[in-house]
Structures are given as C-alpha cells and as structure tokens.
T-cell receptor, first 114, second 113 residues
C-alpha cells in the first residue's frame, strides 16, 4: 500500500525558471496539504486542497506560488520565476479529510535555486 | 496565530538514558497535538497524537507524551532510549476545527551507543 509520493525528490533550478512539484496522496485520501521547510526552521503550512478546490491558502506567498489538485492526477505546487529564497524542502501530506484525521507525509522535494 | 516552541534544538544522550523533549504552544483554545519523527533519510512519521481524553498518550516505539493544559505543554518522553531513536522530532499543533498543522522548529536527537 503506497504512501504519499512526491516527485521529483530533488530539483535544481536557475533563478527565473519555473518549478513544478508533484504530490500523489495515499490511496483513499482526497485532501492534500503542502508545507515548506526553510533551512534551520520547522515546517510551515502553505496550502490545503481538496479535489478541484482550495480550502485554505493562508500560508501561500501572494505572488509566484500556486497550487492545484485536479480531479485526475497529482496535486501540483507551482513556483514561477524562482528566486534563491525559494530553496527549501517542500513536503506534501494527505488525509481522508475527516476532522482531526492524521496527516501522512511524503518524502519531500528538495528545491535548490542557483 | 498559533505558535509552537521546542526549546531543545539538539539533544545528545547515551543509550538507556531517559528522554524528555519539551513542546509548548501559544493558543489557549481546544487543540489537537502531535509528535512526528523523521529518521535520517526518511519522511516524517507520526509518533503519537492527542485529541481528547486521557492526557497521557502512548505512541509507537515506547514513546509517550503528556498534555498539560494549564502549561500549554505536550512534552515527549521515553524512559530508555536506543541508538535507533536518533532522529529529528517535531511537535505540531492544530487548532480544533482547523486542519493545518503548526510545527515547532524540531529537536535533533543523537544517541551515543
């Protein structure tokens, strides 16, 4: 039974390029959460999505960042025109969406912006 | 806004020593509390969680945590650590009815054989 899958595991981009991070939730999970971990910091909530719906995007930077979770396929976190400060580990978690249900985390994508 | 403090950034213990990692949160309403662990090269895994009921929660691998509402704390304990407990430990809090987790900065635990 596969857990939460993220790809790529490592991503290198030059400043100004676009980064696309993918997350496939656990089987049976319809809710996805994205978190970012900057060096020497804890994980910070970015966005919470349900299929075709953004529930809470209070942690998303106002510009350049977007997220989607289409009816079919993985959730995508998209960062346009990346800057060095975007270098971080991006973690995805999924749950069934029931109140208080445990979030299960993926292995993360390490983004390095040169 | 909720905030979570983990005061111990790096803890080094010998095998068989007892462990207590501190976690304090700021928001005083009803909360759900979690401890996650990240072993070297692996992803975050849930150690234990508290939603309601007995404030002493038992988790996997001999870990337990105690919720003390008056102190806004949820400290993690283990009576006798093993080398395999070397990992990073994260405390997380969710305000009741809100699914987003607020994490502490983590505590790196190193166990010396």
């Amino acid at each position: 039974n596969a857990g939460v899958m993220q790809n790529p595991r490592h991503l290198v981009r030059r400043r100004g390029q676009e980064a696309r991070l993918r997350c496939s939730p656990m089987k049976g999970h319809s809710h996805v959460y994205w978190y970012r971990q900057l060096p020497e910091e804890g994980l910070k909530f970015m966005v919470y999505l349900q299929k075709e719906n953004i529930i809470d995007e209070s942690g998303m930077p106002k510009e350049r960042f977007s997220a989607e979770f289409p009816k079919e396929g993985p959730s995508i976190l998209r960062i346009q025109q990346v800057v060095r400060g975007d270098s971080a580990a991006y973690f995805c978690a999924s749950s069934t969406g029931s109140k208080g249900e445990t979030q299960y985390f993926g292995p993360g994508t390490r983004l390095l912006v040169l | 806004a909720q905030s979570v403090s983990q005061h111990n950034h790096h803890v080094i213990l010998s095998e068989a020593a007892s462990l207590e990692l501190g976690c304090n949160y700021s928001y005083g309403g009803t909360v759900n509390l979690f401890w996650y662990v990240q072993y070297p090269g692996q992803h975050l895994q849930l150690l234990l969680k508290y939603f309601s009921g007995d404030p002493l929660v038992k988790g996997i691998k001999g870990f337990e945590a105690e919720f003390i509402k008056s102190k806004f704390s949820f400290n993690l304990r283990k009576p006798s650590v093993q080398w395999s407990d070397t990992a990073e430990y994260f405390c997380a809090v969710a305000n009741f009815g809100n699914e987003k987790l607020t994490f502490g900065t983590g505590t790196r635990l190193t166990i010396i054989p």
